[in-house]
């Protein structure tokens, strides 16, 4: 299925502390589809007070990351997360996945993986070292489902990549903005 879709999210935290955050989705060969954002989110004081050490979560839950993936018209059939508090907010039919580069134990064979616990996992999907993974609890039940398709997205991208393409992207909207 040549229309399935892989999203990337993520939120930054600038000086203020302001918040920005964006998704990126992009095909199977990492080419953009879609790419949206938030303006800048600064909570006021009043806010912090009120939140205290919920106010990070709530904004890039609540703020920044549930609203910009009601907002894409291209529904992933995955999202590649950062922040794992989203793993617990998830209400889409698709799974969350917090992924990451392992350097750690090495793994030698694509399509070997060992199970770390409570839905966590080292896959070795590609020529790179393995990727740690946490599935959404909802989704756990698909994990050979879920390698099958990190493997074939393994084959033309590197899986991790397209994190550093959407921050850099924040970042540049946030100097754009500082300028205006």
Same mark, same amino acid.
């Given at each position: 299925m040549n229309n399935e879709l892989l999203g990337y999210i993520t939120t930054r935290v600038f000086e203020g502390p302001t918040y920005l955050g964006g998704i990126l989705?992009?095909?199977?060969? @990492?080419?953009?589809?879609?790419?949206?954002? !938030?303006?800048?989110i600064k909570p006021s004081r009043l806010q912090t007070l009120l939140y205290g050490n919920t106010?990070?979560?709530?904004?890039?839950?609540?703020?920044? @990351?549930?609203?910009? !993936?009601?907002?894409v018209e291209h529904k992933p059939i995955i *999202?590649?997360?950062?922040?794992?508090p989203f793993l617990e907010e998830s209400k889409w039919s698709f799974p969350i996945v917090s992924v990451s580069r392992y350097k750690g134990e090495f793994l030698s064979n694509i399509g070997e993986f060992k199970e770390? @616990?409570? @839905?966590?996992? *080292?896959i070795k999907i590609d020529a790179n070292p393995p990727v740690r993974i946490k599935i959404d609890r909802r989704f756990r039940e698909k994990l050979e489902e879920l390698i099958n398709l990190f493997i074939e997205v393994g084959q033309n991208l590197d899986i991790i990549e397209p994190f550093s393409r959407l921050e850099e992207a924040i970042k540049f909207i946030w100097r754009e903005q500082r300028k205006s």
């Open positions: 989705i992009v095909d199977k060969k @990492g080419i953009p589809v879609e790419f949206k954002y !938030v303006e800048p106010i990070d979560r709530y904004i890039r839950i609540e703020t920044v @990351g549930i609203p910009l !993936v009601d907002a *999202l590649f997360i950062r922040e794992e770390l @616990g409570d @839905g966590e996992y *080292l």
